[in-house]
């Protein structure tokens, strides 16, 4: 079906995707859930196969599972009520060094294994993370 027949300018397929995501909690699968939704590309049948259409999709989920929702779920960024520019560039930019200094200490012995975990051990005992930046400074 073309993007002419159903009304979309540009659009050259309606695919639809069956989807089942696992909500994971400290490895483990703590919920799963199905659902069908549909996308809309200006690929025409020849530029993109099925097969192709479903690795755009997990290409984009890729990026979107590895930043947004630290950022998103994690440290509830879109919660966030502050918009002055300055000091919500400035909060962004505390998120990435949290999600950053995270990732050092992840294959460590006695790490935390889930970003959570890790910003819930520092806020309730932050000299050990202020006695590395003290360290990283000398």
């Not at 196969?49 to 930043?67: D, G, H, M, N, T």
Request: include cysteine; aromatic fraction near 8%; glycine fraction near 4%.
């Amino acid at each position: 079906m073309d993007g002419a027949t159903v009304g979309l300018a540009g659009a050259a397929q309606i695919f639809r995707l069956q989807r089942k995501t696992q909500f994971l909690r400290q490895g483990r699968v703590i919920k799963t859930t199905e659902e069908t939704v549909y996308g809309v590309t200006s690929l025409w049948a020849d530029q993109a196969s099925p097969e192709r259409l479903l690795e755009l999709v997990r290409e984009y989920w890729a990026i979107e599972i590895k930043q947004h929702y630290r950022r998103d779920h994690t440290q509830r960024e879109d919660h966030c009520r502050v918009r002055h520019y300055v000091t919500a560039r400035n909060l962004a930019l505390m998120r990435s060094a949290a999600i950053c200094l995270y990732e050092q200490q992840r294959f460590k012995p006695n790490a935390k294994k889930s970003l959570p975990d890790w910003q819930l051990k520092n806020s309730r005992h932050p000299s050990p993370l202020i006695q590395q930046f003290v360290s990283a400074a000398t």
